[in-house]
């Protein structure tokens, strides 16, 4: 399998020079193949959103590179950045950040009918990735008049509809209850293993990280070990992660 993303070098500096700086990322180096889950793990403040903002493209790295299937970000253009993410890259937030003022049909259906697709093609992909998340019969609600659980649903299904190549969350969970939150993380693994989505997550749950099949550790902007998985069932990695915490990483 192929290499979809590879972050060579990253580093983040905030702040104008000359004015107060702030060294978010110090050197971040990693790569994800094909159909993996990976989530990146790291406490309030270490640097987990800058780094996706950066992958998501929609903020760039102080130095080095991001290479999203084998483009280098770095190398295009403000309108080829847009075309390019709105191609290769669904995106959730822990918001949800849906428009209101649209249904969840139309919310679903934004990355396509921005890029202009006509809408005889964009129905029927809407309807097929609401029925795989199961919120076909919500199609017609607005974002107000469904649950939080339903909510993160709609931002899954915008985030998937034109089949990127990477699905990117930052803390999907933190604005859910704890059944919504498990059954979104269910989701997730679910579309990561028998639809071969390729995901990162970003996550300073444990419980959320133990969805995943590696999980990378973010302190103070730099990536230490990596935990993987590797044939345990969620329950007995999800100890083994907490073990792992405990011992002062
Ligand atoms: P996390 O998502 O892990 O909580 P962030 O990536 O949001 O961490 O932030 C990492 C560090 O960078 C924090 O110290 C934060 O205060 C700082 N930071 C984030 N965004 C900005 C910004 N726009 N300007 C200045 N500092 C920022
Ligand atoms: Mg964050």
Redesign the pocket.
């Known amino acids: 399998m192929g290499e979809i993303l590879r972050v060579d070098q990253a580093t983040k500096t905030?702040?104008k020079q000359g004015e107060k700086q702030?060294q978010?990322l110090k050197g971040i180096n990693f790569a994800l193949e094909e159909g993996e889950f990976v989530a990146v793990m790291?406490?309030?403040?270490?640097?987990?959103?800058?780094?996706l903002n950066l992958l998501a493209t929609l903020d760039k790295p102080t130095s080095g590179h991001i290479f999203i299937n084998h483009q280098d970000n770095s190398a295009l253009n403000a309108n080829q950045l847009a075309d390019f993410r709105s191609r290769q890259i669904g995106f959730i937030f822990q918001d949800f950040n849906l428009l209101e003022n649209l249904t969840n049909r139309e919310n679903i259906a934004l990355p396509l009918s921005l890029r202009g697709v006509p809408s005889r093609r964009i129905d029927p992909l809407v309807e097929q990735i609401a029925t795989r998340l199961g919120i076909k019969q919500i199609l017609p609600k607005y974002p107000a008049e469904v649950s939080g659980g339903q909510k993160q649903r709609v931002a899954a299904a915008r985030a998937l509809v034109h089949e990127p190549a990477i699905l990117l969350a930052?803390e999907p969970t933190g604005a859910l209850d704890s059944t919504s939150a498990q059954e979104l993380l269910d989701t997730l693994a679910d579309l990561n293993q028998n639809d071969g989505i390729t995901t990162l997550m970003?996550t300073?749950d444990p419980y959320a990280a133990s969805f995943a099949s590696r999980i990378l550790f973010?302190k103070d902007?730099k990536i230490g070990e990596q935990l993987l998985k590797s044939g345990l069932a969620r329950q007995q990695f999800y100890h083994l992660l907490i073990d792992h915490l405990g011992n002062g990483e």
Do not use: F
């Open positions: 905030y702040g702030y978010a790291g406490a309030s403040g270490s640097g987990k959103t800058t780094l930052d970003v300073h973010i902007g």
